[in-house]
């Protein structure tokens, strides 16, 4: 494994609106081609945070370096390097996708003849070559949604920010969104994605950071966070024969943590299914089990934060 | 040149809505056309004529009353209408001529028309004309009726002798003449002076209109993601400013330019005409844009910019001359000089009365450049935290 | 109907949290009649009066007798005279600027040399008016002299004939008596009922009717607002008739311009001096208008596609309106095309409703209830054939 240059760093980050610490103190970073998801419920300090990464909210306290530069409120330069797809649309409704476009593009001094051929670029990207030049007020809240994150990445930037990009989207433009967060981390772009969808953090997420009341109680790829919190994946075999056979031979094994006989067929706690299942079948059947199905149960995120905050994340 | 490009799409998006162009461009010059026919320059008394006579003196009376100077007349079709006109302040008065007028005064008798008013005071500028009228028409009947009193001869010989009297005997004239040059509003054109207050007024009042454009940017989060770009909050703001201003520019250019070729009003030196309108403009983008940063709500921003924009027009002389309040009310006339309208209006009056040139209106400019530079810096600070905190 | 007054108090529920009918209804006509009347009224309270010169430079009796008389109509109308010796003394006090402290007179008058004896023959006689810079006394000036120059050369036809006719006497009595003949045609003054509002009530009754329909405006938008969030659908889906949706939009818009007027109405008469009128036909002109206005307002509304547009068409009509219509500018005085051109407006009426209320009774207001209520009826059922069409979610 190569070692990335951080393209995002923040260390420290606190934020109070009046008596309400929404943010209290949080750091990380994010490498160059890697997605960092921050998953949280609603509320917890997700779009404060991405804010004060962006430099468009006065922090209390902490310190964000983007690309090795100090970004604050006042900087300009530094914002160079930042795409910013915020939760809300913040789109002109009355100027059409390809205005839209070569403005937010002109800000970034995106010079004339580069510019027209990115916007068509990205307008293919996001899927809305054909209506180009139709005003946005008349788009489907899901075509809303992509220009929104096509005004983001319009000018390559180093590292995208994005809040919440699927909020009320269609399964489908929702696909198309999680493919194209895909390919630009696979172009090595660094993402930082914020939601309170296990399932999309489990999917794009190198690393998450998970997120609660203003701190982040945990990180790490989705596997680091299921062991540290100690979870491990669960193997329920159908089986007909010596189950307690089997069970004994399941101990000689160290990646099964538990193992017992239930209902007809053998249940075990491992740590890594994927890898040790053939192992385990060939113990049991060593022992005389006839296996008839298999059912492995993963930990996902959800059960993490259950553990770490006693609550559920869609609360 | 990042703001340009946001001051040319604010322009692209004003333009898109086409009620914009009527308000910038159609209702302030139909607004100067109307006000400038009805009210501009005359301040005359109006006089309602309901004539029920049929005969030749009645006629000829009213002819004699037209001909009257410094008074208007109007003739109506029915007593009850002139009475009425009369009764809502819309004449000054009314006369009514007696359907038997011709007959009576040919029969040698006495008659009298009836001149309707609200108030004594009201038809006092109006009766010395009626009545002088009534003097010129009745020279040779009570020529008449003397030499009847007098007893050499009948009312009709006495009409007949005074009808050739008053071809031989030559009239006593007055002579007007005026002493020095007319100076003050009252040399000004029918148009001039409403034409550069209603420029004045609708410059700012339309540049307020900006406000809630600003107020949209914000609430659609688009402010928030310039803010995201390389691009200062100072840019955001001046771009923001400048696509008004732009609009405010056209606009005052507009109105300059159709009332001069149309009516021909006198805006003095073009240069410094120029000047004041450019600096005005810029005070009110400014304006707007302090407004822009004030509120939350642009529905709230428009009443209130109506309110804003009309008020301290009203207050700066855009609709009572500021000369006026020097006189009547000194007090009024300082508080005038807290809006830059009245600044605005006495640097037009440098150009257009004094027949000054640019540099007569640099004092006056500096004044309003610093509004303008005072609004901007607010509406800087004021967007910096509302966009960051 | 009681669903229309449930929608009705959500929305005007709504409309008091979002200060805009605040602002729009209240705030903004109390501030603009706050500072017209501190504008106008000192000049509403100024009187006029001039001050003349005469130079008499002939002294002979027909100069006398000008004098007197000028002396007289100074009186009368509380004018000063000033007699003054030189040409240069009479111009100098004519050329002032107007307005300013300087001492000064509006016109003076010259009787020449020579002026009695011209007078007193059959040749021609001209006296002098020197006007300064304009103004209502210059005019009062010519035409005071002017009079004065008719009675003269009446005087003179009438002694000629006199002579002509055999009489023989001293010219100056002959003229005299002449003069003591009473004019054929008098002149009867008839005072005639005041039913043009003072400046303090025409502003603030401008202001208020200009702004009621920016108020009642609010009311009706949210009709379309609510299509824009969706709610229309949800309402649209209730157990209800689509009548008591437009009913409950139209009783909100009512309450907000109705309390906005008492309000105004209130406020104008104890802090500006506003004289509104007998309270019972103020009532009258107050519902009419209103109802007008929602009638025209939702007829505009109701050519909209969205909340926004309704609001830039609702406010042209408005302001055109409220501008014809003579709310800011009293139109009815500039006469011809203007003043008829008004009466296509409720503004219009609302105002002469007032005016006669002021200078008569109750009963007198009618015919302008009657035009108010005929436009809120006519474009009320234009609007809701409009709006039922486009009650669609």
Same mark, same amino acid.
């Given at each position: ?24 103190? +949080? ?141 009320? +989207? ?90 017992? +006989? ?26 005389? +089990? ?26 | ?146 030499? *009847? ?10 009409? *007949? ?229 | ?31 603009? #009649? #706050? ?15 001039? $001050? ?40 100098? !006090? ?78 100056? #009595? ?12 008098? !002149? ?48 649209? #889906? ?30 104008? $008469? ?101 035009? !108010? ?21």
């Amino acid at each position: 494994m190569t070692i990335r240059a951080n393209v995002l760093e923040c260390r420290d980050l606190k934020k109070s609106f009046g008596d309400n610490e929404a943010v209290k103190g +949080v750091g990380f970073r994010i490498a160059e081609g890697e997605t960092y998801g921050l998953l949280g419920p609603n509320g917890a300090g997700k779009t404060t945070t991405i804010s004060m990464v962006t430099g468009l909210l006065e922090r209390d306290d902490g310190e964000v370096t983007v690309d090795g530069q100090p970004l604050t409120t006042a900087s300009v330069d530094a914002k160079r390097a930042i795409g910013l797809v915020p939760q809300d649309l913040a789109i002109y409704p009355d100027l059409t996708a390809k205005e839209n476009l070569t403005f937010f593009g002109r800000l970034y001094d995106m010079p004339s003849g580069d510019l027209k051929a990115r916007v068509a670029e990205v307008l293919e990207i996001i899927g809305l070559t054909d209506r180009a030049d139709d005003r946005t007020e008349e788009f489907s809240g899901g075509m809303k949604r992509r220009l929104n994150i096509g005004l983001g990445l319009l000018h390559k930037p180093r590292l995208l920010l994005l809040d919440e990009p699927t909020v009320g +989207v269609d399964p489908q433009s929702r696909n198309a969104i999680l493919e194209s967060v895909e390919l630009l981390s696979g172009e090595g772009m660094a993402v930082l994605y914020t939601t309170h969808y296990m399932e999309e953090a489990e999917r794009l997420c190198d690393r998450v950071g998970i997120i609660d009341l203003g701190e982040i109680k945990a990180e790490g790829t989705r596997r680091e966070l299921v062991q540290m919190v100690g979870q491990h994946d669960r193997i329920r075999l159908q089986a007909t024969g010596p189950c307690e056979a089997g069970v004994e031979a399941l101990a000689a094994l160290a990646v099964v943590k538990e193992a017992g +006989v239930r209902d007809g067929g053998i249940e075990m706690l491992v740590d890594d299914a994927d890898q040790s299942l053939a192992q385990i079948l060939g113990k049991v059947s060593g022992a005389g +089990v006839t296996v008839t199905s298999v059912d492995v149960d993963e930990p996902n995120l959800e059960s993490v934060f259950l553990h770490l905050t006693g609550r559920a994340l869609r609360d | 040149m990042k703001a340009f490009t946001i001051a040319g799409t604010n322009l692209r998006r004003w333009l898109r809505d086409r009620s914009n162009v009527f308000w910038a461009f159609i209702f302030p010059i139909l607004l100067i056309l109307v006000l400038g026919s009805a009210f501009g320059g005359s301040s005359d008394p109006r006089l309602g004529i309901h004539n029920e006579g049929d005969g030749p003196l009645a006629a000829d009376l009213v002819v004699l009353l037209e001909e009257q100077p410094g008074m208007q007349v109007i003739q109506f079709e029915s007593r009850e209408d002139l009475v009425a006109t009369v009764e809502r302040g819309e004449l000054e008065a009314g006369l009514l001529i007696p359907v038997d007028y011709d007959a009576t005064l040919r029969q040698g008798a006495m008659t009298s028309v009836e001149l309707v008013a609200r108030s004594a005071e009201e038809a006092q500028a109006i009766s010395s004309n009626v009545q002088s009228a009534l003097t010129q028409q009745s020279v040779v009947l009570r020529a008449a009726f003397f030499v *009847e009193s007098e007893e050499v001869g009948s009312f009709a010989e006495g009409l *007949e002798t005074a009808e050739t009297a008053s071809m031989n005997v030559a009239d006593v004239t007055v002579v007007v003449s005026s002493a020095g040059e007319p100076v003050g509003f009252f040399q000004l054109g029918r148009f001039d002076a409403s034409a550069q207050q209603q420029m004045l007024l609708f410059v700012f009042l339309t540049s307020l209109t900006a406000s809630a454009a600003l107020i949209q940017t914000r609430r659609l989060g688009v402010a928030r993601r310039m803010m995201s770009t390389p691009t200062p909050v100072r840019t955001i703001l001046v771009g923001e400013g400048m696509g008004r201003f732009a609009v405010a520019l056209l606009q005052g250019l507009f109105i300059m330019v159709g009332t001069l070729v149309f009516f021909n009003v006198n805006w003095g030196d073009p240069v410094g005409a120029a000047a004041i309108l450019i600096v005005f403009s810029l005070v009110g983008s400014g304006a707007a844009m302090l407004m822009g940063s004030l509120f939350e709500n642009d529905q709230q921003a428009a009443g209130l910019g109506v309110l804003l924009g009309m008020g301290l027009a009203a207050l700066g002389g855009c609709m009572v001359p500021l000369i006026i309040f020097e006189f009547f009310a000194p007090t009024l006339f300082q508080v005038a000089h807290i809006t830059p309208h009245a600044w605005g209006l006495e640097a037009f009056d440098v150009l257009v009365i004094e027949n000054g040139t640019l540099v007569d209106t640099l004092p006056f400019l500096a004044i309003l450049l610093g509004f303008a530079g005072v609004f901007y810096l607010l509406a800087i600070w004021r967007l910096r935290r509302v966009l960051t905190r | 109907m009681r669903q229309a007054w449930t929608i009705a108090a959500k929305d005007l529920r709504l409309r008091l949290r979002d200060r805009s009918a605040l602002i729009v209804g209240i705030i903004a006509p109390l501030g603009l #009649a #706050a500072i017209f009347s501190s504008i106008f009224n000192p000049i509403e309270d100024f009187d006029f009066s001039a $001050t003349y010169a005469v130079l008499d430079e002939d002294g002979g009796p027909v100069a006398a007798q000008f004098s007197a008389v000028l002396d007289q109509f100074g009186t009368g109308t509380g004018s000063d005279i000033r007699t003054v010796e030189t040409r240069q003394e009479a111009a100098d !006090l004519v050329d002032v600027e107007p307005f300013s402290d300087e001492e000064g007179a509006d016109a003076a008058f010259v009787i020449p040399a020579g002026f009695s004896n011209a007078a007193l023959s059959a040749d021609p006689a001209e006296m002098e008016v020197i006007t300064g810079q304009g103004g209502v006394g210059a005019g009062v000036a010519v035409s005071f002299a002017e009079q004065f120059a008719g009675e003269l050369t009446y005087a003179r036809i009438a002694v000629s004939s006199f002579e002509a006719l055999g009489g023989a006497e001293d010219r100056l #009595a002959a003229g005299q008596r002449a003069l003591a003949i009473p004019a054929p045609v008098s !002149l009867e003054e008839i005072e005639a009922a005041n039913k043009q509002l003072s400046n303090k009530t025409f502003y603030a009754a401008g202001l208020a009717i200009f702004f009621l329909f920016f108020t009642v405006q609010i009311g009706v938008n949210s009709l379309l607002e609510e299509r824009h969030a969706g709610t229309l659908s949800r309402l649209m #889906a209730a157990p209800m008739r689509r009548y008591s949706i437009i009913a409950g939009k139209g009783i909100m818009a009512f309450v907000l311009g109705f309390v906005s007027m008492v309000v105004l109405i209130i406020a104008t $008469t104890l802090l500006f001096g506003a004289e509104w009128g007998d309270p019972l036909g103020v009532l009258l002109l107050v519902v009419a208008a209103i109802i007008s206005a929602l009638g025209i307002m939702a007829l505009v509304a109701g050519f909209a596609k969205t909340p926004e547009q309704a609001g830039n068409y609702s406010s042209m009509v408005a302001v055109v309106l409220g501008f014809l219509g003579g709310t800011f500018f009293p139109v009815g005085q500039a006469g011809g095309l203007l003043s008829d051109l008004r009466f296509i407006t409720p503004h219009a009426w609302f105002m002469q409703g007032l005016g006669d209320l002021a200078g008569g009774n109750v009963p007198d207001v009618l015919p302008a209830v009657g035009a !108010l209520l005929l436009f809120g009826l006519v474009t009320g059922a234009l609007a809701l054939g409009v709006l039922r069409k486009g009650l669609q979610p």
